[in-house]
Structure formats: structure tokens, C-alpha cells
T-cell receptor
Framework: QKEVEQDPGPLSVPEGAIVSLNCTYS??????FMWYRQYSRKGPELLMY????GNKEDGRFTAQVDKSSKYISLFIRDSQPSDSATYLC???????????FGTGTRLKVLA | IAGITQAPTSQILAAGRRMTLRCTQD?????MYWYRQDLGLGLRLIHY???????GKGEVPDGYSVSRANTDDFPLTLASAVPSQTSVYFC???????????FGPGTRLTVL
């Protein structure tokens, strides 16, 4: 079993929809959580990071962490065609530089 | 400001050959990382360095070596390439105490 599971998609939604992207993890030692966006043939770029259970909002993006369920989510409001990309979750344990990434979910926002 | 540069952009390599992928950053970040990205497997950490002079093994280090002689450069060497090392390789860096990794544009490597 992988330490981090993420549905690969693709996920297709109409423009303006609310998108929910999710990752589950098996090791409760993970304490730090990130979401990256990766456009085709580009390197990933950080969207959000969060360290505690609960919600963190940044513009149209909300990151949610539920440590008791070992489940993290990224919500995108008012989705745009420019949001079409692969979204990767990442996490690490306290005191390490070893990041574990999910496999990524490919999102298509249709105009 | 260039950020992170990687070279070459792409390479086709015969099995058994030695290859060094180059990575340079101009942000004076202490931490640097090498990942490989494969379809269905996502990004996997090969090696990392939290400061010049030190390196550590990631999730998939076998067949790869790294060095960190200075802050800016973090080359990845495949001593004797094998077809299973066909992948897209990304270098990244981050400032000490942050989780914001900045990724390079990647190197597409094909080993035949």
C-alpha cells in the first residue's frame, strides 16, 4: 500500500464549478501538507501549505486537513479553464526533508 | 532572476553510459532535491541535500549519486544507466525552515 493515495482522474468539470481534490495517507507521522499544481511539461509549483487540522483559505483555493481521518483536500471555487492542470498533494514528517507526493489528479475545466 | 535551471532539457542515452544531470539555483536556498516523475507513480524523491556538503537518500536512491560542493549546484549522476531510469527528472530547492519547493523545468531522459 502506498503511503499517500490520490485518485489520478481525469476529473472534468464545467467552468465555474467547485472542484474537490483529495488525498489519503496511512502514516500518522505526516505533519506538514502541501498542494502543488503542475501544468503539462512544466515543473510543479506550490499552491498552498498547511500544518494543522482545519481549513486554510487563499483566494479561490481552500486546503483542508483532517488528521484524525488522515485525509486532506483542496477545494477550488469558481474554477477556470486556466486551472486545468495536474494537482499533487505532498507531505512530510517532522524533522525530515523527505517529501512524499501523491500521484497527482489531472483536472480539466471545460469552458 | 533565473530561479532553478536544469540541463540538458532532454537526452537519449545508451544503457551502460554514465550521465550527469545538472541543476543550478540562484536563490541561495540551503535545501535541494532531486525527484523523478513517472506515469502512475508520481514524483519520487531520489536524493536531497539540506545544506552544502551534506546529502541524504530519498525514496528511490539506487543507481543514482549526488554531490553538493556549494550552495548553488546539485548534480545528479547515473553511473551506469539502465532503461528503468527512463523518466522526467526534476530538481527543486527550498529555503531553510520552509516547505515551499521551487522546481526546475525538468530533464526528460530516455535510456535505450
Amino acid at each position: 500500500q502506498k503511503e499517500v493515495e490520490q485518485d489520478p482522474g481525469p476529473l472534468s468539470v464545467p467552468e465555474g464549478a467547485i472542484v474537490s481534490l483529495n488525498c489519503t495517507y496511512s502514516n500518522s507521522a505526516f505533519q506538514y501538507f502541501m498542494w502543488y499544481r503542475q501544468y503539462s511539461r512544466k515543473g510543479p509549483e506550490l499552491l498552498m501549505y498547511t500544518y494543522s487540522s482545519g481549513n486554510k483559505e487563499d483566494g479561490r483555493f481552500t486546503a483542508q486537513v483532517d488528521k484524525s481521518s488522515k485525509y486532506i483536500s483542496l477545494f477550488i471555487r469558481d474554477s477556470q479553464p486556466s486551472d486545468s492542470a495536474t494537482y499533487l498533494c505532498a507531505m512530510r514528517k517532522e524533522g525530515t526533508y523527505k517529501y512524499i507526493f501523491g500521484t497527482g489528479t489531472r483536472l480539466k475545466v471545460l469552458a | 532572476i533565473a530561479g532553478i535551471t536544469q540541463a540538458p532539457t532532454s537526452q537519449i542515452l545508451a544503457a551502460g553510459r554514465r550521465m550527469t544531470l545538472r541543476c543550478t539555483q540562484d536563490m541561495r536556498h540551503n535545501a535541494m532535491y532531486w525527484y523523478r516523475q513517472d506515469l502512475g507513480l508520481g514524483l519520487r524523491l531520489i536524493h536531497y541535500s539540506n545544506t552544502a556538503g551534506t546529502t541524504g537518500k530519498g525514496e528511490v536512491p539506487d543507481g543514482y549519486s549526488v554531490s553538493r560542493a556549494n550552495t548553488d549546484d546539485f548534480p545528479l549522476t547515473l553511473a551506469s544507466a539502465v532503461p528503468s531510469q527512463t523518466s522526467v527528472y526534476f530538481c527543486a530547492s527550498s529555503a531553510t525552515g520552509t516547505d515551499t519547493q521551487y522546481f526546475g523545468p525538468g530533464t526528460r531522459l530516455t535510456v535505450l
